[in-house]
């Protein structure tokens, strides 16, 4: 009977929903309070929640952090953003502005953020795997543990003339060992950090250092939208145990800048390896169809130094009174100073090409095209009617020195009075004997002869002994050899044949032949 007995009571469990932290974890420090999770699908079981965190002892801030464990491994990750109204000077005329970035283990990162806008709130629900930076992290056995410091760097007292985003980012594998280190970049001129959308200049940067195949790439970008100054350009820098290679532009992408979309000018510059050939701008090859560019498939990547630029200028079509024109101009220049090894030479010519293997190119062009005329509108006819047309240009390409070489072209169409009076005019010339390169032959580092016997120079030879010559390949016998590809370049498989040219005996006394008979082995080595 309840009414004549005393209530009992019995142990069921304790369920905790939150904990208190202070924890040094080597790259960061954290304090604060956490709310507890569980049976998530991914993340499975952890804590989560708002800290206080201190990264590389030199910025405090409010953090988001999350402790877990899924699938019998443990992973953690600290994750904060600030954007602070009025920068903290760093020196004189500069400052920081923010800061971003996240320590993380076991974890593998993703996403990005915009360190030019304020950072949310920091959470403090239990939501797994839920940031306050936009930046999003998922466990990852495989990960050992990662870093990420960012910082927003401008002018001081005021960053619009220039701010931008510098980030270190650092990943280490399972075993110990660094996976990849990267530093990243955006640089904005002429705006302010929350409206960088409005920006004139941009820049960015992407450079990493892949440990497992001991690579170094970067990147880097600049877009100008100053009207009326338009234009921009990429660099890209590549070291690694097979190729390296610079290049601030390409010749087909090259580096430019335009003014009020009539004048521009472009450039290029690259150095290392896997140089491209560049092309004749469309206007000289139409003019002058039977000239391009030349470089010798086999060596066509290159290797050294190469260099260009051009300008010109398109009024596009201008009126005064009953008069029109359209004019436009170009000029430019290519040059390379590539080695193509001291195993290259010309035919007809003995030695390397050049100087050890360093051999120059270039070529210089130019392009004029003008078109002057009337526009007639009268009640009985409408129209242009052309004065004068012309269409010029003028090519040189050399080489050098040995054997230095130049050849040249200049030429054109021109019309009078719509064509009543037209014509062409081509003037070539050339000086030198152009090289036409023969790569080092892969017989060349090969032994063809075993042996010789008698030995050169040996005394008191029986008379009776058969002079003979070993082989290292068979006599008439064609046989194939793989010569190495050049750059990116597929092998190439090419056949040879040895033929025994001359085999005589002579006297020292007098240098005669002395007679015999030439016989030639069965298995065709000797």
């Given amino acids: 009977d309840s009414g004549n007995q005393g209530q009992n009571f019995s142990f069921d469990g304790v369920e905790l929903d939150s904990i208190g932290v202070n924890a040094d974890l080597g790259s960061v420090r954290i304090s604060g309070g956490l709310e507890l ?10 804590f989560r929640g708002a800290v206080n965190a201190t990264f590389v002892d030199q910025m405090t801030l409010m953090a988001t952090a999350q402790f877990g464990s899924v ?23 500069a400052g920081m502005y923010g800061f971003g970035g996240g320590a993380w283990y076991h974890m593998r990162k993703t996403g990005e953020t915009d360190l030019s806008l304020p950072a949310d709130a920091p959470d403090t629900s239990s939501t797994a795997g839920k940031t ?32 931008g985003d510098v980030s270190l980012e650092a990943q280490f594998l399972n075993n110990g060992g660094i996976e990849n280190i990267r530093l990243l970049g955006d640089g904005y001129m002429l705006c302010d950090i929350t409206k960088r959308q409005s920006a004139k200049i941009l820049t960015d940067m992407d450079v990493e250092y892949y440990f497992p195949t001991r690579t170094l790439h970067g990147v880097f970008n600049v877009d100008i939208k100053a009207n009326p100054f338009t234009g921009g350009g990429q660099m890209v820098m590549h070291f690694a145990p097979d190729k ?35 092309v004749l701008p469309t206007e000289i090859q139409t003019l002058f169809p039977t000239y391009h560019t030349y470089r010798n498939p086999a ?71 003008a078109s002057i005329g009337l526009h007639v509108d009268l009640w009985f006819t409408e129209g242009d009617y ?27 169409n021109y019309r009078i009075l719509s064509g009543a009076v037209k014509g062409y005019c081509r003037f070539e010339f050339s000086k030198g004997d152009q090289c036409q390169m023969m790569v080092e032959n892969p017989l060349s580092r090969i032994d063809l002869i075993s042996d010789i016997n008698p030995v050169s120079g040996t005394t008191n030879v029986d008379v009776f002994t058969e002079p003979q ?34 085999f005589n005996m002579k006297k020292v006394s007098n240098n005669d032949s002395v007679p015999g008979r030439l016989n030639i082995s069965q298995d065709k080595f000797s």
Wanted: glycine share 14%; proline share 6%; hydrophobic share 40%.
């Fill in 386 to 412: 052309e004065i004068l047309s012309i269409d010029a240009g003028s090519l040189l390409q050399g080489a050098g020195p040995n054997p230095t070489w130049v050849k040249g072209v200049v030429g054109g």
């Fill in 37 to 46: 999770f569980d049976s998530h699908a991914t993340f499975g079981n952890g």
């Fill in 299 to 369: 060596i066509a990547t290159g290797d050294g130094i190469a260099f260009g630029a051009s300008a010109g200028f398109n009024t596009g079509r201008q009126t005064y009174s009953i008069f029109y024109g359209d004019f436009s101009a170009l000029i430019g220049f290519d040059m390379a100073l590539l080695n193509y090894g001291s195993g290259t030479t010309c035919e007809g010519m003995n030695g390397p090409i050049g100087i050890n293997g360093w051999y120059a190119t270039g070529q210089i062009y130019s392009h004029l095209a």
């Fill in 469 to 502: 010559v070993a082989m290292n390949f068979e006599l008439n016998t064609p046989f194939e050899l793989q010569e190495m590809p050049t750059g990116n370049g597929a092998p190439v498989v090419r056949t040879f044949r040895i033929k025994l040219k001359d």
């Fill in 132 to 163: 306050n930076s936009g930046y999003t992290y998922v466990p990852d056995k495989n990960v050992d543990l990662g870093l990420k410091a960012s910082l927003v760097l401008g002018t001081h007292p005021s960053p619009e003339a220039f701010n």
């Fill in 244 to 278: 390296w290679y610079v290049k601030i532009g390409e010749p087909q992408t090259p580096v430019n800048i335009s003014l009020a979309n009539w004048l521009g000018a472009d450039a290029y510059f690259m150095m290392g390896q896997d140089l491209p050939t560049p």
């Fill in 71 to 93: 699938n019998d491994y443990r992973y953690w990750y600290v994750d904060a953003k600030a954007l602070f109204n009025e920068g903290i000077p760093i020196f004189s005329g």
